[in-house]
């Protein structure tokens, strides 16, 4: 059995990385493996905005990370300082900021690069999927 880890730096509805990478992680699941944690970095952080709407026929890509997160304790980590500036916040930030709202979605949590150096110390791969 191994122990991944996931990079994903591209955005959810225009890169395949983000598609590609929730793929990996349910076959890595199926097959017995298993996932540490999931850093969303760069425009993927946009996976955590709550407030994405895609059409019906596409995959909402923030709930079936959610979905597996729940059904595996799955650490989700998205960065907060890209998260910031693309205007992904969490309660504790948009108060700090100032801001009407927030809109990290549930189960992601807002974190620093020194989780995804966890990460890569922690699991057997750090597997990165870029745009």
């Known amino acids: 059995m191994m122990i ?3 990079l994903i730096l591209g955005a959810p509805y225009s890169s395949q990385s983000v598609k590609t990478a929730l793929r990996f992680a349910n076959a890595s699941i199926e097959t017995g493996n298993s996932i540490y944690r999931i850093f969303f970095y760069h425009e993927a952080v946009n996976s955590g905005n709550e ?4 059409p019906q026929d596409e995959i909402h890509i ?3 990370w959610q979905a597996m997160a729940r059904d595996n304790s799955i650490d ?3 960065c907060i300082a ?3 500036k693309r205007g992904v916040l ?3 930030e948009a108060d700090r900021y100032e801001k009407p709202a927030s ?3 549930p189960n992601f949590n807002l974190s620093g690069l020194g989780q995804l150096i966890d990460a890569s110390v922690k699991s057997d791969r750090l597997i990165t999927f870029g745009p």
């Open 103 to 105: 809109n990290l979605a």
């Open 82 to 84: 890209s998260a910031l």
């Open 90 to 92: 969490d309660s504790t």
């Open 51 to 54: 407030l994405l709407t895609p």
């Open 62 to 64: 923030p709930n079936e």
């Open 4 to 6: 991944f880890s996931l």
């Open 76 to 78: 989700l980590v998205v």
